[in-house]
């Protein structure tokens, strides 16, 4: 039976960088916290971590959300500030 501490890596949103799309996804990271992952072409970045020992699955979609949507609004110039995080390649 899958848990929230079993669940396996999962999309939540989407956004478009240079036409091609980018896909965000949740997942657990080794210690168990919860992981934002914005995926492209070359691989996977994290964008955050919720380290929170009560943080939740539901709490984790809300920041990928939120991530999405204010990098597609530094894409199309809506935003002076890219969210997108120094390169910190997640392993595979």
């Given at each position: 039976?899958?848990t929230?501490?079993t669940?396996?890596?999962?999309?939540v949103?989407?956004?478009?960088?240079?036409?091609?799309?980018?896909e965000?996804?949740?997942?657990?990271?080794?210690?168990?916290?919860?992981?934002?992952?914005?995926?492209?072409?070359?691989?996977?970045?994290?964008?955050?971590?919720?380290?929170?020992?009560d943080d939740?699955?539901?709490?984790?979609?809300?920041?990928?959300?939120?991530?999405?949507?204010?990098?597609?609004?530094?894409?199309?110039?809506?935003?002076?500030?890219?969210?997108?995080?120094s390169?910190r390649?997640?392993?595979?």
């Amino acid at each position: 039976m899958l848990t929230e501490r079993t669940r396996p890596a999962e999309p939540v949103t989407s956004y478009l960088a240079g036409g091609r799309p980018r896909e965000v996804r949740v997942e657990r990271d080794a210690a168990g916290r919860w992981q934002i992952l914005d995926i492209g072409p070359h691989g996977a970045v994290a964008v955050d971590t919720l380290t929170g020992y009560d943080d939740r699955l539901s709490q984790a979609r809300a920041v990928a959300v939120d991530y999405a949507g204010q990098r597609a609004a530094f894409l199309r110039g809506e935003r002076d500030d890219d969210p997108y995080p120094s390169a910190r390649p997640v392993a595979s």
